[in-house]
C-alpha cells in the first residue's frame, strides 16, 4: 500500500483543503454562537464576555494553524520558502472565493 502524504498532493489542493477546514470550523463555531443561549441557558454574569472572548482567541490560534501551519512546516523544516508563499497565496485565494460565493449564496436568497 503506497504511503499517500501531503508532499503528493498539489499546493492548490492543499489550500483547498485548508480553505475547506477553516470554513467549517468558522460555520460550526457560528453555529455555536448563533445557539448559544440555546445549549448553554442565559448568560447574566460576566462570565460571558469572557467566554466569547476566549473562544475568539482561541479561534484565531486555530485559524492560524489551519491556514499557516503546512506553510511553516514546508517554510522552517523543508527550506521550502517559495512553495510556503505559494500555498499561504493558494489558501487566500480558496477563502475569498468561499467567502464572494457565501456573499453571492446570502443575496440570491434575499432576492428570492
Known amino acids: 500500500m503506497a504511503k499517500m502524504g501531503c508532499s503528493s498532493l498539489s499546493l492548490p489542493f492543499i489550500g483547498f483543503l485548508q480553505a475547506v477546514g477553516l470554513v467549517l470550523y468558522c460555520g460550526l463555531i457560528g453555529l455555536l454562537i448563533w445557539n448559544g443561549e440555546h445549549i448553554f441557558g442565559p448568560i ?3 462570565l460571558g464576555p469572557i467566554l466569547f472572548l476566549l473562544l475568539f482567541v482561541a479561534s484565531a490560534l486555530i485559524s492560524a494553524l489551519l491556514i499557516l501551519g503546512y506553510p511553516f512546516l ?4 523543508k527550506k521550502k520558502t517559495r512553495e510556503a508563499l505559494k500555498l499561504v497565496a ?12 457565501l456573499f453571492g449564496l446570502i443575496a440570491f ?4
Open 74 to 77: 514546508l517554510f522552517w523544516e
Open 90 to 101: 493558494y489558501s487566500t485565494l480558496w477563502l475569498t472565493f468561499f467567502v464572494l460565493l
Open 109 to 112: 436568497i434575499n432576492i428570492s
Open 44 to 46: 447574566d454574569a460576566p
